[in-house]
C-alpha cells in the first residue's frame, strides 16, 4: 500500500502532552470531515506538495526517511480515512529494518468521527500510548497485537463518542471550535470528559500562522478556573514552526 501525503517534515509537537517533542510528522491527503465544516482549519491537506516532502510513499520510505527519531505523528486532514495497518507495522517492524533500537511511538491525530474495526477494541484494558491492532484473518477475524501508538481526538462535528471516551489517550477540545455550526465540543463536554478521568486540554483557535491573543486568554481563564484542565496553546505558532 501507499500513502498520499500533503508534507512530511520534523519539527517540535505543539500541542497536547507531547509539546516540545521532536517528531516526524506527516501529514495525509483528505479529510472526510472537510474545510465545508472546519471552516477556519489551517492546514493544506487537499493535494501533495512536492516542495514540502509530499508524494505517495511505500511505508517503508517513509521509515527510513524518519531515521531515529523516536516520535513520528501521523495528521491530516484525517488520517483515519487510509488504512494505517501497513504503515504502523513498518515502524513496528523498524528495529529490524533500519537497525533502531527500539521501534518509535507513533501519533495518529484524528477528528474521532471514525473508528475503523481494526484500531483497539476498547473492551480490552491497556495503557495509554499501547494500543491492539488487529490483522486480518480467515473469515473475517481480526488477530490482535499490541502497538505502541498514541491517540489524540480533537473532536469534530459527528465525532463518535468511543473515540473520545474510550480510544483517545488525550483529548483537545478546540475553544470556539473550528467552524460556526452544531456539533463543536464545549467547554461543559470538556469538563465532563475530564470528570470520568480523561486527559483533556483546552486550545484557543488560533489563526492561520498566528496566535489569537483573545482565544488564548479566554483559555487561559478556562484552565484557572478549571484545573483539571490543561492548557494545549499551539507552541508551533509561538516558534513560527511547522
Known amino acids: 500500500m501507499k500513502y498520499p501525503l500533503a508534507e512530511r ?7 497536547g502532552l507531547y ?3 521532536q517528531m516526524a510528522f506527516l501529514r495525509t491527503v483528505g479529510c472526510s470531515v472537510g474545510q465545508g465544516i472546519c471552516t ?13 516532502g509530499g508524494g505517495v510513499y511505500e511505508p517503508g520510505e517513509l521509515v527510513a526517511w524518519a531515521g531515529d527519531c523516536p516520535h513520528v505523528c501521523l495528521t491530516g486532514g484525517e488520517p483515519l480515512d487510509r488504512d494505517l495497518r501497513p504503515l504502523l507495522t513498518a515502524f513496528a517492524d523498524a528495529p529490524r529494518a533500519v537497525g533502531l533500537r527500539e521501534s518509535p511511538l507513533v501519533h495518529v491525530e ?5 473508528h475503523p474495526a481494526w484500531l483497539d477494541a476498547h473492551s480490552q484494558p491497556r495503557a495509554q500510548g499501547m494500543h491492539a491492532i ?3 484473518g480467515p473469515n473475517g477475524t481480526l488477530s490482535w497485537k499490541w502497538t505502541k501508538l498514541w491517540v489524540t481526538v ?3 462535528p459527528g465525532y463518535l463518542p468511543e473515540m473520545v471516551e474510550h480510544v483517545a489517550d488525550e483529548i483537545k477540545v478546540i475553544l470556539g471550535g473550528l467552524g460556526d455550526g452544531p456539533g463543536w465540543p464545549t467547554l461543559d463536554d470538556a ?8 486527559l483533556v486540554y483546552v486550545q484557543p483557535r488560533n489563526r492561520h500562522s498566528e496566535v489569537d491573543g483573545d482565544n488564548l486568554r479566554e483559555a487561559l481563564k478556562a484552565v484557572a478556573a478549571h484545573p483539571q484542565l490543561r492548557l494545549s496553546c499551539q507552541l508551533h505558532k509561538f516558534i513560527r514552526t511547522r
Do not use: M, V
Not at 517534515?9 to 500541542?15: N, T
Not at 493544506?44 to 514540502?52: A, G, H, K
Not at 484524528?110 to 471514525?114: P, W
Open 9 to 15: 517534515f520534523l519539527a517540535p509537537q505543539g500541542e
Open 19 to 21: 509539546s516540545g517533542t
Open 40 to 52: 477556519h482549519c489551517d492546514t493544506d491537506f487537499s493535494r501533495t506538495i512536492p516542495e514540502l
Open 110 to 114: 484524528t477528528s474521532g468521527t471514525r
Open 134 to 136: 488487529a490483522a486480518d
Open 154 to 156: 480533537s473532536p469534530k
Open 191 to 198: 469538563l465532563r470528559w475530564a470528570a470520568a478521568g480523561r
